[in-house]
């Protein structure tokens, strides 16, 4: 009896070496599987079934499968045999997935590539480069579809509940399907709609001001120097954009708070993607079990009502919802039905692409511009240059956005908080198209098999002193200067992808920079801003500062805020206008 439950793991580990497994596949093998060969040998054999026959059955079956993955999987047999890497990583993706729930995958890659080298074996099928020459065959033109850590990501898992195999064009692993999806969203962000969309940045981002202008002057307790906390309130005010840019309004998190919860909702619901990507067929399980899938639920089914509001809806409004859908002589000919699973797929993934990561950005600049007066004075100085008159009206300075993307120390700051505080630090993953065998990597003679997922990491990548020298964890614009300034560093723009590269790169790039530019640009030239409690500290305790918020981000496949940003405020406004 024993002998066929050995041969039954041998058989379903080779098949799950040719294929990657789905819940159905999993199921199938782990349970099914052996027990019909138990049954059917207990059955003929002796006729009397016994329980601790099957159970031993079972426990033979389940080390016999283990031992032979684990001894193929470290074997010099194994593709990737000749890639460094940790024993553990190269065994099972379970260390993937504990370092995920820990947050800290974009330190753990980086840590490994620091001790092992460019190239990192992270999994038993996967691996970790930092080499700026492998960028184009893995993201460019000519480059991968995206990897299996997309099924993980995934609402629906791919040809189970979700036929068409995508939720949204983020999660496409066929390159022609995102082809074609993507040409929405490339004339969605044209130079026509971007005029569009900072219309509503600068609306959102003068109520931001407004809202910083009271919280200097009033407090709870009447006390003008309690802190206020800058990550909150920048959270709120990118929530607030995306919201007008999907739905033509919905949030008003800036006035309201997070009454309804969606915020929170959207926030507690990245952990467990976060988990699933490394463990992809688990993912159908996992999000049929209510309590777990509850938050992507509600968050699912606030898209369905906001998106068939803004369809009913007869606005002017020139949003993100106009140019996708309703630009004047663009028909379809998708049913009703269709169109609104589009339209809530593509406007949840606005607001979550672009809500907390550009409040992650922007809590980061300021949080390495207060700790580096240095750098704050000098980008204070350009902004007052650049814009030194005041509103008749309302006594603020007037910031024209045009202007702001041909200030060079300003873009610079940007720059180097994005190489520092890149959005998706550490899973850029790609595979090899199935059935092509594999994918040699241009000059660098490194050879990707089919079936294995390959990952560039921006976080190690932006650090690496090869590209960014010296000090590449240090934040410093200047590096980003031309004219001389730049002579002393070493900085590859070839090696910076923070908004990825490629047909794949991030289509919202053009507008996340502007909604960058004009915010930075309108705190910083209207407000004194100071670290709370530092007004007067010295370097290193500035630092720390920076330091301790730097460590307390967690890698959710896109950063997620730990400590909060608690600064001293003072408005700049004339008080003898408006």
């Known amino acids: 009896m024993l002998q066929s439950q050995v ?179 490339n004339i969605a962000f044209n130079s026509t709609a971007l005029k569009d969309y900072q219309e509503l940045v600068e609306a959102r981002g003068k109520q931001l001001r407004d809202h910083l202008h009271t919280a200097s002057v009033q407090s709870k307790n009447g006390n003008a120097n309690e802190p206020v906390d800058f990550s909150e309130w920048v959270t709120h005010f990118s929530f607030d954009v995306m919201g007008d840019l999907a739905f033509g309004g919905c949030f008003e998190l800036m006035r309201d708070g997070d009454a309804q919860g969606f915020r929170r909702a959207m926030e507690e619901g990245i952990l467990l993607p976060c988990i699933m990507q490394h463990i992809p067929w688990i993912n159908l399980l996992l999000t049929s079990i209510p309590f777990i899938s509850a938050k992507m639920q509600v968050f699912s089914a606030f898209g369905v009502l906001e998106s068939e509001k803004r369809m009913a809806a007869h606005t002017k409004r020139k949003d993100l919802f106009y140019h996708l859908y309703e630009v004047p002589g663009e028909k379809t000919d998708r049913s009703d039905a269709e169109q609104l699973e589009l339209i809530v797929s593509n406007s949840l993934l606005t607001i979550v692409a672009g809500s907390d990561t550009t409040a992650t950005a922007l809590t980061a600049i300021f949080c390495f511009l207060l700790s580096s007066p240095r750098v704050y004075g000098r980008l204070r100085a350009e902004l007052e240059q650049a814009f030194p008159n005041v509103c008749a009206v309302d006594g603020w300075p007037e910031i024209q956005g045009d202007t702001l993307v041909t200030l060079p120390y300003l873009n610079a700051a ?165």
């Not at 199921?27 to 049954?39: E, F, R």
């Not at 090869?466 to 200047?478: C, K, L, N, T, V």
């Not at 919202?508 to 004009?518: H, I, P, S, T, V």
């Not at 918020?549 to 003072?570: C, M, P, Q």
């Open 7 to 185: 041969l039954a793991a041998v058989l379903s580990h080779y098949w799950f070496r040719n294929n990657e497994p789905t819940i159905t596949t999993a199921a199938t093998s782990l349970l099914i599987l052996p027990l019909c060969s138990l049954l059917l040998e207990v059955t003929l054999l002796t006729n009397t079934p016994r329980l601790y026959a099957i159970a031993l059955g079972y426990l033979v079956y389940y080390l016999t499968l283990s031992t032979s993955i684990i001894l193929y999987r470290i074997s010099p047999f194994h593709p990737l045999a000749k890639h460094p890497g940790p024993l553990l990583c190269k065994i099972s993706k379970w260390t993937g997935v504990w370092v995920a729930i820990k947050g800290n995958s974009h330190q753990f890659v980086k840590d490994l590539h620091l001790k092992y080298g460019p190239v990192v074996r992270v999994g038993p099928n996967e691996l970790s480069i930092v080499d700026k020459d492998v960028i184009p065959p893995i993201l460019g033109k000519n480059g991968m579809p995206r990897g299996p850590l997309w099924d993980g990501r995934r609402f629906h898992q791919a040809n189970s509940l979700n036929e068409k195999g995508y939720d949204s064009i983020i999660d496409v692993r066929d390159n022609k399907i995102h082809h074609q999806l993507r040409k929405d969203w």
């Open 414 to 578: 940007i720059n180097e908080i994005m190489r520092l505080v890149p959005a998706v630090p550490t899973h850029l993953q790609r595979a090899p198209e199935p059935g092509s065998g594999g994918k040699l990597l241009g000059e660098t003679k490194i050879f990707i098999p089919e079936g294995t997922a390959v990952c560039i990491p921006p976080f190690a990548l932006h650090r690496d002193p090869r590209y960014f020298s010296p000090d590449p964890d240090a934040f410093i614009p200047e590096r980003w200067l031309d004219g001389g300034e730049d002579l002393i560093y070493t900085t590859n723009r070839d090696a910076f992808i923070p908004f990825s590269y490629g047909p794949a790169n991030c289509a919202g790039k053009a507008l996340a920079m502007a909604e960058l530019r004009y915010t930075v640009a309108t705190l910083a030239r209207c407000f004194d801003l100071h670290h709370y409690g530092c007004k007067n500290a010295g370097p290193k305790e500035l630092q720390a500062k920076a330091s301790e918020w730097t460590s307390s981000l967690k890698d959710r496949f896109v950063f997620e805020k730990g400590t909060k940003l608690l600064v001293e405020i003072a408005s700049r406004k004339q008080a003898d206008s408006g």
